[in-house]
């Protein structure tokens, strides 16, 4: 009886009695969000594109980011900085589709599945021997980005936004308008809905599969390096951002694979639901830290019930 | 090989489903045995013991787990860790409640618990697959991580968070724990990898095993044959868990003799994954060739890469660099692998053998 107090009464009257909290942890929910749709976004970009789920998207979050911070420490000043990171993410780009995609074409989904892991041990330890492994700051202030703080008062309380998590949500908003405006609008985009589409039949109309592949693994890298700048900006620049970064598999499973929609409506039922769920049930009830497994577990109960995800297409298997 | 198996028929039904039906590779595993019981534990000292040969089994017996879910039935997981570390706490507090009961009896039933787990987080396989099951044994993965770091009951209440492997003795020699005899704990790790793999083998060529290859292959198809996908699934998922479990209890008691939550994180699970990729996917053996690869190669980097480099080049590196180097080397061997032969070091075995029998006339 007093677990189930506990369970269902007591949390809601906390939010009731400290209105202040409830909106802070929301608004924190929604900024990491909005950064859990991004990092599913490259996901969703390549597998739509290559039909490859690329395990590595994580750590070109923090590659691209690294990149970009040890580049700036070499005195190159933080905007020429920002395009030779863009340079480094389609270089990379080029190799991966150059001497793992290419030569795996046709393969099962799995096996190219296996190797984007192996991409993701190499790329997570060149990047600490290039760039060495200790966390470091980002440059936020040499972007132009915001840093200070507003203060809200409500009933009593007050509730803190930082502005840089106000141009996160901007920025990811302008990314994502951008993307759906290059997929639907420009020839590459549409090129590219067609190699999502079907392989061969894109082939067949002339479409150059290695091209659009290059494009789309590059796409991914720029909005790694987004996430990348925006979420080491909150914290720091290390490879436990990687962890993090896995995360977005549960936001995939909710959104659905092929679904950009899917991807940012996912990224923020994780984001407002780890941190409520962590303030309000895992604290008093099991000891804290539960933002580690909750989304997984989410994801887990969730594909029980609808395997295919939230906005995702349904899977008719035939012989 | 330089022998023919010319000159032997299969005259029984017996004869024809052996393990080794050629005389020679019978006589070949048994060489392999005795270099095993008698050779190396008279030979070795107590690094190669304790650093090489012990962690190497232990990794073949989850390697072997692994291999029988992603391998053999085709459902990949990235939660072998999290299950090897459910064994461990499991042996670890049974052997506290009975200090009595044989050490042995424990390591495997701990494998039992591991398989309920292992059941558990495996339902969502049933319906679904590929990459979702992937984030299905994530789950397990982060929610197990988590439970042996909050949940205090499972660690004892100690104040290190970590459990540490009790003193325990078999035939009166001291096989867990501190001062424990390293080449008795070979020995008894020999042992059950052996007794293990001839199981695993058995079940893989019979009703159970062709059932999860079916599912494999392709399910639907196996459900109109009679195969039931939820029993094929779920049994794989409890055998292999059985045997990661098996592998984490061996890890702490038999080679470490202490583990913390850190030591069964996702890392892990990505290095077992690593050694069923490498060594061949659906094939014992690789499961052999793929833990001594990915636990060797990096030990001989860093023992070895740092005074090579030392010598011919200006630089210097250090022991953890030259782990970076050897993680490099790994990932490029995964993907190289992948391209140029899927089935892994085990179908380059079977190549070379074959190459070696019909030489030096291969037309």
């Keep these: 009886m007093e677990l189930l107090k506990q369970i269902f009464i007591e949390p809601f009257e906390t939010m009731y009695a400290l209105p202040d909290l409830l909106l802070q942890t929301l608004w924190e929910g929604f900024v990491s969000g909005t950064l859990y749709s991004l990092i599913a976004l490259g996901f969703v970009l390549i597998f739509k594109a290559s039909g490859v789920f690329n395990f590595a998207q994580g750590i070109m979050v923090v590659f691209a980011a690294l990149c970009l911070v040890g580049i700036h420490a070499l005195g190159v000043p933080a905007y020429l900085a920002l395009i030779l990171t863009l340079g480094v993410m389609a270089l990379l780009a080029m190799s991966v589709v150059q001497f793992v995609m290419k030569p795996l074409v046709n393969q099962p989904d799995i096996i190219l599945f296996m190797s984007t892991i192996g991409i993701t041990f190499i790329l997570i330890a060149g990047g600490q021997i290039i760039f060495g492994g200790e966390p470091k700051a980002m ?4 972007l132009g980005l915001p840093t200070g703080s507003s203060v809200l008062e409500v009933s009593g309380g007050i509730v803190i936004f930082q502005h840089i998590d106000i141009a996160a949500a901007i920025i ?9 405006l290059f997929f639907n609008k420009t020839k590459i985009g549409r090129a590219l809905r067609a190699v999502a589409d079907d392989h061969q039949a894109a082939l067949s109309v002339g479409i150059s ?5 290059v494009v789309v693994w590059f796409a991914a890298g720029v909005v790694a390096l987004t996430a990348g700048i925006l979420w080491a900006a909150k914290s720091d620049v290390s490879f436990a951002l990687q962890v993090i970064a896995l995360k977005a598999l549960p936001v995939l499973v909710l959104g659905g694979f092929t679904s950009i929609p899917g991807a940012i409506i996912g990224g923020l039922i994780i984001g407002f639901g780890e941190k409520l769920f962590d303030l309000y049930w895992g604290v008093p009830l099991l000891g804290g830290g539960t933002e580690s497994w909750f989304a997984f577990i989410i994801a887990l109960l969730f594909l029980l019930y609808r395997p295919e995800g939230l906005f995702g297409e349904k899977l008719i298997e035939r012989i | 090989m330089f022998y023919r198996e010319a000159g032997q028929f299969k005259a029984t039904y017996e004869a024809d489903s052996a393990k080794f039906p050629i005389f020679q590779d019978k006589l070949f595993i048994w060489f392999y045995l005795v270099i095993g019981f008698v050779a190396i534990p008279l030979l070795g000292n107590e690094f190669f013991l304790g650093a090489i040969m012990i962690p190497f089994l232990v990794f073949t017996l989850a390697a072997i787990g692994l291999n029988i879910l992603t391998g053999f039935t085709g459902q990949i997981s990235l939660g072998s860790g999290a299950f090897m570390g459910v064994g461990a706490y499991a042996c670890y507090k049974m052997t506290l409640a009975y200090p009595e009961v044989n050490i042995l009896i424990f390591i495997f039933a701990s494998g039992i618990f591991s398989a309920i787990v292992g059941v558990f987080f495996g339902l969502p396989s049933l319906r679904i697959k590929g990459f979702y099951l992937v984030v299905s044994t994530l789950a397990a993965q982060f929610f197990l991580e988590w439970a042996f770091q909050r949940i205090p009951w499972l660690y004892n209440y100690n104040n290190t968070g970590a459990i540490d492997g009790v003193s325990r003795w078999l035939f009166g ?36 095993g062709r059932s999860w290859m079916m599912i494999r292959d392709m399910d639907i198809a196996a459900e109109l044959m009679g195969v039931r996908p939820l029993y094929a699934k779920l049994s794989a998922f409890a055998v292999s868990s059985f045997y990661c479990g098996v592998a984490g209890s061996m890890m702490v008691f038999l080679w470490l003799g202490a583990a913390e939550p850190e030591s069964f994180d996702y890392n892990h699970s990505f290095e077992i994954l690593f050694m069923v ?6 094939s014992l053996l690789g499961c052999f060739l793929g833990a001594a690869v990915i636990w060797i190669l ?4 860093r023992e070895w890469l740092p005074p090579l480099i030392d010598k011919i080049t200006p630089w210097v590196i250090t022991s953890s ?35 070696l029998r019909v030489w030096p006339f291969p037309y």
């Design chain 1, 209 to 213: 599969l290695e091209q659009i592949w």
């Design chain 2, 277 to 282: 990729i490498l060594g061949g996917l659906g």
């Design chain 1, 139 to 142: 440059i936020t202030e040499e």
């Design chain 2, 173 to 208: 020699i001291q096989i867990t724990g501190g001062g424990a005899d390293r080449t008795a704990q070979y020995i008894v790790c020999l042992a059950i990898v052996v007794v293990m793999t001839w199981f695993a083998s058995n079940i893989i060529s019979g009703r159970i």
């Design chain 2, 321 to 355: 660099t030259a782990d970076l180097v050897s993680d490099i080397i790994i990932g490029i061997m995964i993907v190289v692998f992948l391209i140029m032969e899927p089935h892994g070091l085990a179908r380059l075995w079977a190549i070379i053998k074959q190459k």
């Design chain 1, 172 to 180: 990811a908003a302008i990314l994502i308008a951008g993307l759906a």
């Design chain 2, 298 to 301: 990096p030990i001989l980097i």
